[in-house]
């Protein structure tokens, strides 16, 4: 009995904390959706408002006509980028941990151990580096030197290698090329299929971590008309848009709703893969 | 035996076709690149659209020294290993109370795929974009963290307070995006650690007798050790290069450099100013150095000391039956 009071009591604690938590989620981003309905004077007067008011359109106008924020632009660029790396990344790391997986080479073992310790390097420590390069073959504006990079994957790949070796049974494999099927064909018609769940979860990480990314598009693209949505955010903080809230929370917004929308979709399978990803890890 | 070693021999040469792309990726985009990065800290490489570079001919090391004695790098450096400890030791903490809540099958919490859900969203969302979201928050003169102050009394001069002109504040501020930001994912991984333990242990226990304390301490925690210097080493090399929030909520690193990290640092030397790219590489490669060495040593410290030992006793055993074959061996063979 006074067990059952105890455990009422500490279950009332944890719900009000697991609430007050939820309100911390969920409140930044409703100030922001709702000012970004109401004018820069409402804001001023006060900038906490629960409720919508009217001037979104006016925000707009504000925002398509002054400054250099661009949501359509950033917005294609940003799709462009993130689409085409998360296509190499899964597709190019799912093929590498078939030549793991399936094939026996000598180096193979080798090389499994190199994936592992070339995991853990970051970006910013090389970026001198990439820079010079790619300022040397006057790529910088190039989409193009965002994307490629994505092909070696190295957390993807040791994450795909653990996933195939108890779904991709080699005797498949095997039977495929007693059919006469070719090695590249076996691999696109009969491997990718049975590895989709894997790429899933990988693929929505990787685009959403693409599209998130500030650092490197930030040193590369210098043009305006290349800029990716994160670059586009950071303008906001520009002089242009110092008096106009209104405008400012209207340019947030633009970013993070369709960015909430995806996750709520898919939260469940994203959720998940969080997990899944530090337990095979 | 023979037939499929030869098998073996002849798909072999995919195994390498298949790792080309990736190879040639890395070669040039990652692996060159640290050369190159490395290479420039002992050059003179600096300026805007300037590639030419030359060996230093005086000191090769000047950019190294230059860089570990110039105050505004160490203040960077203070900062950045500042702001993460202050925001891991919170985040992991929250974490594994509410990982101990939501595993615990005594107290069973509804909806707790629904708070995960809601804890995890902040971490989806362009860091960019937060970053300015709450710079507008704790706005000067009139941002929502203020009209909350005035409306609810907290703020007893009346006056608005223009934040970011504390150091401690920024600091702060920046320390609890991190730790918003991140709690969620720390959590949703503790709990699949701990559900990854064997239920069996945790019914004995309760079976023992053992109280809600004693079982997180002596069984949870022991069992989740992998977990926890997963989350320890990834947390640990994202904060030694948290760039996009201490870069973008206050302007110009605020009062005293107070949000200056050591990438934030490295951008500002390699992509502002005078360009002086021979100093980035120089830092880049000594943070590079650090994060090797406290990765290297968090494995040390961290690794399963009983599984060294069982693997040790396995390799024993095996070598003995090993052994214990080859004596049989030559004992028929007599």
Not at chain 1, 33 to 51: P, Y
Not at chain 1, 55 to 75: P, Q
Not at chain 2, 128 to 150: E, H, K, R
Not at chain 2, 152 to 165: D, K, M, Q, T, V
Request: proline residues 4%.
């Amino acid at each position: 009995m006074l067990d059952n009071k105890e455990t009422k009591i500490i279950k009332i604690f944890i719900y009000i904390v697991c609430i007050l938590l939820t309100v911390l989620s969920i409140f930044p981003f409703w100030i922001m959706i709702v000012n970004a309905t109401r004018s820069t004077n409402q804001i001023q007067q006060h900038a906490v408002s629960l409720i919508p008011s009217t001037y979104l359109m006016n925000n707009v106008k504000i925002i398509t006509e002054k400054g250099s924020f661009n949501a359509m632009v950033g917005f294609k660029n940003s799709i462009i980028i993130s689409g085409c790396s998360t296509l190499c990344a899964t597709y190019f790391s799912t093929l590498t941990a078939y030549a793991i997986v399936v094939y026996d080479w000598k180096l193979k073992n080798a090389f499994f151990s190199f994936v592992m310790a070339i995991m853990m390097i970051p970006a910013q420590v090389t970026m001198i580096g990439f820079y010079q390069m790619v300022y040397k073959i006057g790529m910088t504006n190039n989409l193009l030197m965002l994307i490629i990079p994505s092909v070696a994957a190295p957390s993807m790949v040791f994450f795909m290698r653990q996933y195939m070796i108890p779904s991709l049974p080699l005797e498949i494999v095997q039977a495929a090329r007693i059919d006469g099927a070719k090695e590249f064909f076996t691999f696109n018609v009969i491997a990718l299929p049975i590895m989709k769940p894997a790429i899933a979860t990988q693929a929505i990480f990787t685009f959403v971590s693409s599209w998130n990314n500030l650092f490197t598009p930030m040193v590369l693209l210098t043009k305006s008309d290349k800029y990716t949505m994160p670059i586009m955010v950071s303008l906001l903080k520009g002089d242009i848009y110092k008096t106009e809230y209104g405008s400012i929370y209207l340019g947030l917004t633009l970013t993070v709703l369709p960015l909430i929308i995806v996750y709520l979709f898919l939260a469940k399978y994203i959720v998940a893969g969080v997990a899944l990803g530090s337990v095979k890890g | 035996m023979k037939n499929k070693n030869n098998i073996n021999a002849k798909y072999a040469k995919f195994g390498y076709i298949f790792v080309i792309p990736f190879v040639v990726v890395f070669l040039i985009f990652s692996f060159w690149p640290i050369l190159y990065t490395t290479a420039v800290g002992f050059t003179d490489l600096k300026g805007l659209g300037n590639t030419n570079m030359h060996l230093l001919k005086d000191d090769i090391f000047a950019n190294f020294k230059n860089v570990l004695s110039s105050a505004t790098f160490q203040v960077s450096i203070k900062n950045t290993v500042k702001m993460w400890v202050l925001n891991f030791i919170p985040q992991v903490l929250l974490a594994l109370l509410l990982a101990s809540w939501f595993t615990d099958k005594r107290s069973k919490v509804a909806g707790e795929g629904f708070f995960k859900i809601i804890f995890y969203m902040p971490n989806i969302i362009t860091a960019a974009t937060v970053a300015i979201l709450f710079a507008s928050l704790f706005g000067y003169p009139m941002g929502p963290v203020n009209d909350l102050m005035t409306r609810f009394g907290l703020n007893r001069s009346g006056e608005p307070i223009n934040f970011f002109l504390s150091k401690g504040v920024a600091q702060g501020v920046v320390i609890f995006i991190q730790t918003w930001m991140w709690y969620g994912y720390t959590t949703i991984n503790i709990i699949a650690g701990v559900n990854g333990i064997s239920p069996e242990i945790f019914e004995s226990a309760e079976v023992d007798g053992a109280t809600r304390t004693q079982t997180f301490f002596q069984i949870t925690l022991p069992n989740i050790k992998t977990i926890m210097l997963f989350i320890l080493v990834t947390s640990l090399i994202g904060g030694l290069n948290m760039f996009d929030i201490p870069k973008l909520l206050v302007t110009n690193s605020g009062p005293d450099n107070a949000t200056k990290t050591t990438s934030v640092f490295i951008y500002d030397q390699a992509f502002s100013g005078s360009y002086l790219y021979n100093r980035a590489g120089a830092a880049s490669m000594i943070m590079f150095v650090i994060i090797v060495i406290l990765s290297a040593l968090l494995f040390y410290l961290m690794r399963d000391k009983d599984e060294v030992a069982l693997k040790k006793l396995a390799k024993k055993q095996e070598k003995m039956r090993a052994a214990e074959l080859k004596a049989q061996e030559l004992l028929k063979g007599v």
